[in-house]
């Protein structure tokens, strides 16, 4: 056994909030305000960035201007949180550093529709929960729905404030605790193989019985847009139909997460280790046209969600070359043969006959011991 120090470990905790009329004005603006004042500063270093890009030699590095650069011409910044204001410099900053390091496309300017969000940091107590509520700067005490209470030991470090498309508004607090996790010993492994329709088949042939909830919810969803599409685009019945169908997609998402979170939690308990293929999820549903079934059972969701819950108990989840041969390799006898895509039984030359994906699995498995040293 060996102790792993995690010493600086974060976690959020996400809670619905129910802000009262005046406290959604403020959100407004808020949201408003950091889209001004990120967009502003975009602005300015676009110009910067267009003037000197094609300059042989590297312009001197330029600061970033603050946001209090902006409340003497614009005043009404000064009514909403200033670290809102401020953490929306710090993005920028990011996200220019990820695009000159090739990380990441130039930055692009923020619009209504698609962001309703700011995130501001407790300095100072500004930031509390209190019996039902959430203090934050500026709002004084919101009624949240606390259905998870967060730790003593773990310490508030910044919220994110949110509204969904259909009007629900939510904060993401995030906190940060010390914990020493105990490294388990790799006993039990199970070999994970992507499913298209499944979601998983386990080496133990175990399917996980993904209910589709897009699919199911399809027809009403087609429905409800046949409706908006025949409404007056911005009249108050239009947007009314909007919101019924922003949350279909808000129960499915919700349904999705669910499903994944129980899924994942029910493997990392009963595994030590746990072991699937490194896949490009984008590249697949881009090349073999499946986008709608890949995208609906959540895959990348659901390994993000196996991931950090393996490690908080000391477990691992390994990850195989996406190209190592899974199904077209024999489990039994090793010997390789090419599968299309049509063919759902694997029969090998040895007499070994399998469901293609119960056959993968176990590749998979056999592959993740080697690289643990199990075998």
Known sequence: ???????????????????????EVLFAKTFGCVRFVYNKMLAERKDTYEKFK???????????????????????????DSLALAKAQINLQHAYKNFFEGNAEFPTFKNRKSNQSYTTNRVSGNIELQDGHIKLLKL????????????????????????????????????????????????????????????????????????????????KLAKAQRILSKRKKGSARWNKQRIVI??????????????????????????DAVVIEDLNMKGMSQTLHFGK???????????????????????????????????????????????????RTYECSCGYVADRDYNSAINIKNEGLCLLALV
């Not at 792993?4 to 005046?22: E, G, H, M, S, V």
């Open 293 to 343: 079934s890949i995208h609906d059972n959540g895959w990348g969701m659901f390994t993000t969600f196996l991931d950090y819950k393996l490690r908080e108990q000391g477990k691992q989840l390994v990850k195989i070359d996406k190209w190592f041969p899974s199904t077209k390799k024999c489990s039994c006898c090793g010997a390789e043969k090419p599968m299309a895509l049509s063919e």
């Open 54 to 80: 094609d300059d042989k030699e590297k312009p001197k590095e330029q600061k970033f201007p603050t946001p209090a650069k902006y409340k003497d011409e614009f005043p009404f910044l000064k009514e909403v």
């Open 140 to 219: 004084k005490l919101i009624k949240i729905k606390q259905h998870r209470k967060i730790p003593k030991n773990y310490k508030l470090k910044s919220c994110t404030i949110s509204k969904t498309k259909s009007g629900k508004y939510y904060v993401s607090v995030l906190t940060e605790y010390k914990k020493f996790i105990q490294s388990t010993a790799i006993e039990q492994v199970v070999g994970l193989d992507f499913a298209m329709s499944e979601l998983y088949v386990s080496s133990e042939n175990k399917k996980a019985n993904y209910p589709r909830y897009y699919r199911v919810m399809s027809e």
């Open 1 to 23: 056994m060996r102790w792993i120090d995690r010493t600086k470990q974060n976690k959020a905790f996400k809670f619905r909030l129910l802000p009262n009329k005046k406290q």
């Open 246 to 271: 922003a949350k279909l997609h808000e129960k499915v998402a919700n349904q999705r997460m669910n499903f994944l979170h129980h899924k994942s939690k029910e493997l990392a308990y009963n595994f």
